[in-house]
């Protein structure tokens, strides 16, 4: 089976860093998405990581550590718009199916 | 716009009854996923096809059932529907390949009264 935890709620001001931090268990793996969704909005791909490492996209970033199952998503310059949840989800070795995360809710104050 | 599109937007029905969901993937995309979200839980997986044919299943109820059409778009079944099966479906799409991401619809919000 697989598991997967992130935090449920985080807070941060307008301008600031917020880290959001997802530890997975699986069996086998092929990879590790972060999606973002807007409240009652479909879900958007954000970042992708399958080596060790960080990637970057803009004010965005992700980094995956395979050993620890650990990955990261870094949100920098925080915009209001940027109020959302954030996914972590998880391609197991077989088949394209992803295992999602309960989800961290950011909310970006002024 | 992620290129999927998903129909009914809403749908609202009663109990017992049986509606049906329509998704049509982004031009080129050969898979399909199907997604469950209730209210404050997280993306539940239901099922997947790939050019037509069943390829996973997760936490799907038997009273769902879902197929994908040669023309690849895919319909998700519901029936007998109870109070708890509320929620907003989602449909995804990829091209099958490991390390391409899925695509989602803007989802259905289904409503049972």
């Known amino acids: 089976g697989q598991n997967i935890d992130q935090p449920t709620e985080m807070t941060a001001t307008e301008g600031a860093i917020v880290q959001i931090n997802c530890t997975y268990q699986?069996?086998?793996?092929?990879?590790l998405f972060w999606y973002q969704q807007h409240a009652g909005e479909a879900p958007t791909f954000l970042s992708y990581?399958?080596?060790?490492g960080l990637e970057e996209k803009g004010r965005f970033s992700s980094f995956l550590s395979r050993s620890k199952g650990y990955s990261y998503l870094l949100l920098k310059e925080l915009q209001m718009k940027d109020s959302a949840s954030y996914l972590c989800a998880v391609k197991a070795a077989a088949g394209n199916k992803l295992t999602f995360g309960g989800g961290t809710r950011v909310l970006v104050k002024p | 716009d992620s290129g999927v599109t998903q129909t009914p937007k809403h749908l609202i029905t009663a109990t017992g009854q049986r509606v049906t969901l329509r998704c049509s993937p982004r031009s080129g995309d050969l898979s399909v996923y199907w997604y469950q979200q209730s209210l404050d839980q997280g993306l539940q997986f239901l099922i997947q096809y790939y050019n037509g044919e069943e390829r996973a299943k997760g936490n799907i109820l038997e009273r769902f059932s879902a197929q994908q059409f040669p023309d690849l778009h895919s319909e998700l079944n519901l029936s007998s529907l109870e109070l708890g099966d509320s929620a907003l479906y989602f449909c995804?799409?990829?091209?099958?390949?490991?390390?391409?991401?899925?695509?989602f619809g803007d989802g259905t919000r289904l409503s049972i009264l």
């Open positions: 699986t069996s086998g793996f092929n990879g």
């Open positions: 995804a799409s990829s091209t099958g390949t490991v390390h391409q991401p899925q695509h």
């Open positions: 990581n399958v080596l060790d």
